[in-house]
Structures are given as structure tokens and as C-alpha cells.
């Protein structure tokens, strides 16, 4: 009898130093359990076409909510509409946070925004400060896409062309809602409008807050009290078993800079800028697709953990 208890409570005493379990998930190491466990709840806004899960089975943020939740996170994915401008998308993103703050009973989120996502969270945070603890931003074109710019300049205002290409690209961010669960308004036009360097400018004068003064500098970090991140890769081809990156590839020709195939170094800056050189493409910046990503480079579940654990740090 005497060996059983000691054997149970050896076996007791290495469960609680080598492992605690975590319901949500599986297993963690007790010194990683508390790693990216933030005071406020980490809110992951997705980009253009983007959504929070298609068919419950494909999530824009492959593994990472898991992999935030693993080490204490509170995490929320939001959606909102796959096509629509800035002010609209941000408008949307509020009510969720609304809600979330009033589920959780804590006053603030941390922000993060992958993409156009990113545009939206700085929205947020310019006209409700009141709920927001940080933003941080993921590839996203601070200083308007060169594609989108290229696009704006092909199609003719008022045009049948123009007429057409709305049509079907409206079509296609319904169609993703739909597959997402969702029935949020598109408006392609306006989603390109937001997304050129016209557009941006124009959003950057409303909503300034941690933009660069510079072409390719840092913005403040702290502004309101609400501090601002930013990291982006400038990776193309990535992984040749990912046929995204070939795509990828193409549009990266229309870059001038560096550029993650979709939005330029230079343009992802905003607040703090972790790094904007990992070797990683603007899929692979939220590990897509399915998680194959350089093998050379950070893993983005990695890179997102991180990141956590810096604004845990920071008190947030």
C-alpha cells in the first residue's frame, strides 16, 4: 500500500511539474501555460476575402487561436463583411467588440489585424480608445497596395467593365460569407478604394494614430494610451507544395519594393515594427495555406505566440 500512495504521488507530483492539462486544448508545459496569457482578450481581425471559418472546417487563422489559447489567451475571431471599405468593415468589428467586452467583463482588447484587417483595427482604435489596449497589424497596406493601385488605374468609373467586375467580385464575397455562415453587405469598389494609396491616405489623415512620418520609417508606439505593433514578411515562394505561392509570385511583380506578394515592406509599418523581412508571404503570415510555410523561417503559430507574450509583458 505504501508503494502505490508514493507511486501515485510521484506520479501526482510530475503530472503538476511536467505537464497541466488545459481543457480547451491538450497539454502544456507548466512554465508555457501562462506564456501568452493576457491581461485583455486577443480579437484576430481577418483581411479582404477573409473570414473566420468556411464550413466550420477551413480557419483563416490556420492553428493559431489554438496555439494562443494553449499558452492562457483569450481569443475572439470576428468576421466581417469580405469586400466592403474601411469605415464599414471597422463599424462592424465595434458591435462584435461590444460584445465581447461585455462577455468577458474586461475593458479592452488587444487588436490584431491581418491584412485589410489591419486598416480595421486601427478604426477601432481611432474612434473607440475606450476599448482598445493595443493594435497590431499583419501585412497590412498602411500606405495603400500597388496592386490595388494598378487595378483602380485599369478600370474606368461608370464603365460596363467597371459594372461587370463589381458584379462578380461582389458575388465572390457573398459567396465566401455564405460558406462562412455570414450575410454581411459588399462593396468591392469601395474594398479596392480603401486598399490604394489614394485611399489610404485619405484614411491616414482621419485616423493618423501610429502611422510612419516617413516613407519607410516607424510610427509612435504609444498613442492614447494604446500601444502599436506591426510585423510583415517579405517572402514569396515560399513552399513549393503551397500552389498559392505561384500566385503570389505574379502579383509580387507588380511591386516595386519588397513585399510579401500583396502589400510592400514599406507600407506594412505601423507603431513598432517588430520586423518587416520574415521570409513569409502574405498567406503564410496567418499560416496558410494549411500550414505550409517556409520551413527556414519562424512558424507564424510562433511568431503569434511571441507576440502575446510581449503585450502580456507590457501589462496587456
Known amino acids: 500500500m505504501r508503494r ?11 503530472l503538476g511539474v511536467v505537464g497541466i492539462a488545459r481543457p480547451a486544448n491538450a497539454w502544456c508545459w507548466w512554465w508555457t501555460c501562462s506564456y501568452t496569457k493576457t491581461k485583455y482578450p486577443i480579437v484576430l481581425a481577418h483581411g479582404a476575402a477573409g473570414f473566420d471559418s468556411l464550413f466550420g472546417v477551413l480557419d483563416y487563422w490556420y492553428g493559431i487561436p489554438s496555439a494562443l489559447d494553449d499558452g492562457g489567451a483569450t481569443v475572439f475571431v470576428t468576421s466581417v463583411s469580405q469586400l466592403n471599405a474601411t469605415e464599414v468593415r471597422g463599424e462592424q468589428l465595434i458591435a462584435q467588440i461590444e460584445d465581447i467586452v461585455a462577455i468577458t467583463g474586461k475593458p479592452k482588447v488587444n487588436l490584431i489585424g491581418h491584412s485589410h484587417g489591419g486598416l480595421d483595427v486601427r478604426y477601432v482604435a481611432s474612434v473607440r480608445p475606450d476599448l482598445v489596449a493595443s493594435v497590431t497589424s499583419v501585412g497590412s497596406p498602411h500606405k495603400g497596395a500597388d496592386l490595388a493601385d494598378v487595378l483602380d488605374a485599369a478600370i474606368v468609373d461608370g464603365s460596363v467593365t467597371e459594372d461587370i467586375l463589381s458584379f462578380f467580385a461582389d458575388a465572390f464575397g457573398a459567396v465566401l460569407g455564405l460558406l462562412a455562415g455570414t450575410d454581411d453587405p459588399q462593396d468591392s469598389l469601395a474594398a479596392l478604394e480603401s486598399l490604394t494609396s489614394s485611399g489610404a491616405a485619405a484614411f491616414n489623415a482621419q485616423h493618423p494614430q501610429g502611422v510612419p512620418g516617413s516613407s519607410c520609417g516607424e510610427g509612435a508606439s504609444v498613442v492614447n494610451g494604446i500601444r502599436y505593433y506591426s510585423w510583415s514578411g517579405t517572402g514569396v515562394l515560399t513552399n513549393l507544395l503551397d500552389v498559392f505561392d505561384y500566385g503570389l509570385g505574379l502579383t509580387a511583380l507588380f511591386y516595386s519594393e519588397a513585399n510579401d ?4 515592406r514599406c507600407s506594412s509599418h505601423l507603431g513598432d515594427v517588430i520586423r518587416d523581412n520574415y521570409f513569409m508571404n502574405h498567406l503564410d503570415e496567418v499560416n496558410q495555406i494549411l500550414g505550409f510555410v ?5 512558424n507564424p503559430k510562433s511568431v503569434f505566440r511571441a507576440h502575446a507574450n510581449r503585450l502580456k509583458n507590457k501589462g496587456l
Do not use: D, N
Open 294 to 298: 517556409s520551413i527556414f523561417e519562424s
Open 4 to 14: 502505490i500512495t508514493i507511486g501515485l504521488l510521484a506520479c501526482t507530483f510530475f
Open 261 to 264: 506578394g500583396l502589400v510592400g
